[in-house]
């Protein structure tokens, strides 16, 4: 192959990459890179060949070494004893106890006990026919399990179920408070809810939740109490007698306060609340208290100043888990 040229510059023969050289060349060229190529291929040529000596010659080895074993195994002869070489290939007697080694002393199986717990077959006396045999229980049970009592099996009590009721407030709290239990915790949130439509639902929300179920109600942010302060505490004092019918376990929880709200509808919340921790001492519900926690805690409520965000709905929730396994126990 000819060597090319452009300008000066000189092609590989191998690679077909130009180099920049000062000397001429006539006959073919390598660049450096091949020729370190062409060594190492060289290099791997010789050292396959010697793989391949090393390899034949551990063959040869193992060949020699099966045959030496072959030969050192005839020469000895049965039982251990080594023969000589004039016995090496004649026959031999073999007498009783040639191998070596004492009788093996079989050991006697140990008697086991074999308990039965029926007695012999019996005529029954009771019975009018002779032929009929029973069976007699023994007295002691081998398995250990006591019959059934008269009153039938007794059934694992079922968890109480535990119902959480609120507006909007409560819309991410089911995170927190059915992570426990998914089964037996229910959370219903009412959108834009008041007081008087959870009333209306009570029967409703609570169908399904078994007897004697743990309530929560987290309800009255959407309740205006100028004009209206007597029906708000009607509609509560209605919500509680129905309430009552259905669970012995109710908690009524506070009032979260309004960060965009004014200072007028701040204290109107506030008297709400405080009617609300009066009337349910004197009704014997529960009462949770949230105030000193998200009064100035504004970075729980969302950008619209009235929801909870995350972090305010985990704080929430985790106060009603608190109060209600409080309620539970």
Known sequence: MSVSKLEGLTQCTSCCMYACLEE?????YLCSKCERVALLEARIGDLEGQIVTLRQIDNLER???????????ESRGVGGVE?????????????????????????????????NRFAPLSEDVGCSSSGVAVLEAAPSNSRGISPPSKGGIKRASKPRQVVVVGDSIIKRVDRVICRADRLNRTVCCLS?????????????????????????????T????????????????ELGSKLKKRSSKVVFSEILPVPRATVERQREIREVNAWLKAWCRKEGFGFLEHWP?????????????LHLNGRGSAVLGERMVKRLEETLN
């Open 83 to 115: 023969l000589t070489g004039e016995q090496v290939g004649s026959w031999v007697s073999v007498t009783r106890g040639s191998r070596g080694g004492g009788k093996r002393k079989r050991l006697a199986s140990p008697d086991f006990a074999h308990t």
């Open 222 to 237: 959407n309740d205006k109490v100028s004009g209206r302060w007597k029906d708000l505490k009607n509609d509560f004092r």
């Open 63 to 73: 060949s020699l070494l099966l045959t030496e074993q072959s030969i050192v195994e």
């Open 24 to 28: 001429s060349f006539q006959g073919p």
């Open 293 to 305: 926690h998200f009064a100035l805690g504004y970075n729980l409520y969302s950008c619209d100043r």
């Open 192 to 220: 834009g809810a008041r007081v008087r439509h959870v009333v209306d639902r009570v029967d409703r929300l609570l169908g399904g939740a078994g007897d004697d179920p743990a309530v929560m109600v987290h309800i009255g």
